[in-house]
């Protein structure tokens, strides 16, 4: 009987953490300066030219971090190309995780893909890992380079999202 309790309480918090990330996985949030930086005195570490190996954005730069074997990279690098071409001065920066382990450990990035959305000066404003829900991606790399608008011609779920048709445009 025991046994039987145990195996109920393994599967309820099972249930609930995979519930958790799952509800996680493809949102953008927003990054604190104490989330994943290292801080120098009172300001925070910026991610340069050198460290992704490109130049950033005029104004926003997407950095997407990618494994040979990921699933979801493909997908996630023709959202982020769309939402880059939408608006000039938006950047897409993909960095190999494996060939980077320096830059994946200091930024604390723990699966692929995971996306940051930097600012012109390269400051982390935002993060999300798994593939990325569009309007979150959106209103992540909106905030930041204000031209990029979004129009909705009908409901939007959170998912379905991905290229094509979405009922969501970039202006």
Do not use: W
């Amino acid at each position: 009987m025991a046994g039987l309790i145990a195996l109920v309480a393994a599967l309820a918090v099972a249930t609930a953490l995979g519930l958790a990330i799952r509800r996680r996985s493809g949102r953008m949030r927003p990054v604190k300066d104490s989330f994943s930086l290292t801080s120098h005195g009172d300001s925070t570490e910026l991610l340069s030219t050198t460290d992704l190996g490109a130049p950033l954005g005029e104004r926003a730069t997407l950095v997407q971090f990618s494994t040979e074997f990921c699933t979801y990279c493909g997908p996630t690098r023709a959202l982020l190309g769309e939402v880059a071409a939408a608006e000039t001065g938006v950047a897409v920066v993909e960095i190999d995780a494996a060939e980077r382990m320096d830059l994946t450990r200091r930024l604390n990035i723990f699966a692929t893909p995971t996306v940051l959305v930097l600012d012109a000066d390269g400051a982390i404003v935002s993060r999300g890992s798994g593939l990325p829900d569009k309007l979150s991606l959106i209103a992540a790399t909106g905030a930041i380079a204000p031209g990029i608008a979004i129009k909705s011609r009908r409901g939007i779920g959170r998912r379905g999202l991905g290229s094509g048709d979405s009922g969501i445009s970039v202006e």
